[in-house]
């Protein structure tokens, strides 16, 4: 099946910091990304998503200057918490669609820590 | 949206059969009934759709009810591996590259 990356694993950070997440599909053109956070023993919840070369639709409740999302080709998106605090230390998944998919691939998460 | 229904937990035996259970009574005539599952700190994976018809795949079996209101998804014969969160999900095959939204899904737990 299609492979979608995520570049860190696991990152550290203090307070403040800014922090970019990358999510690549391997051997797919992915027209569509989506992003979405996980809290501890909590169901995924979407933050945005983004079609290629357009800017990125976000749930209501995000903010859209504190999650950055830039998704500039088929086959990357990046996701950059600005600013960091305690409390968007999280697990952030991406996951990517093709033009005619009709089932996502997800990538394998990012552990977000913020200290 | 047209909303699921799941047991929070689940167990079973290992190598038995395991029949997940998904209630979607508002579903409508253009929604997908799509199952994926999350193992412990990994992303979630696919597992099978359908639409009407039941289905079968190198992982699973989704057996859908002829009103279309439950579905069931069947892991005939349960490994250590399959302890997962498993999530069902509607979506709706109108809208192209449409979101997906989880529930709280189920959590199998595989006794050895």
Known sequence: ?115 | DAKTTQPNSMESNEEEPVHLPCNHSTISGTDYIHWYRQLPSQGPEYVIHGLTSNVNNRMASLAIAEDRKSSTLILHRATLRDAAVYYCILRDVRRGNEKLTFGTGTRLTIIP
């Not at chain 1, 088929?74 to 991406?94: G, K, M, N, Q, R």
């Open chain 1, 1 to 115: 099946g299609a492979v979608v990356s995520q570049h860190p694993s696991r990152v550290i950070c203090k307070s403040g910091t800014s922090v970019k997440i990358e999510c690549r599909s391997l051997d797919f053109q992915a027209t569509t990304m989506f992003w979405y956070r996980q809290f501890p023993k909590q169901s995924l919840m979407l933050m945005a998503t983004s079609n290629e070369g357009s800017k990125a639709t976000y749930e209501q409740g995000v903010e859209k200057d504190k999650f950055l999302i830039n998704h500039a080709s088929l086959t990357l998106s990046t996701l950059t918490v600005t600013s960091a605090h305690p409390e968007d230390s999280s697990f952030y998944i991406c996951s990517a669609q093709g033009l005619a998919g009709i089932r996502q691939f997800f990538g394998p998460g990012t552990r977000l820590t913020v200290l």
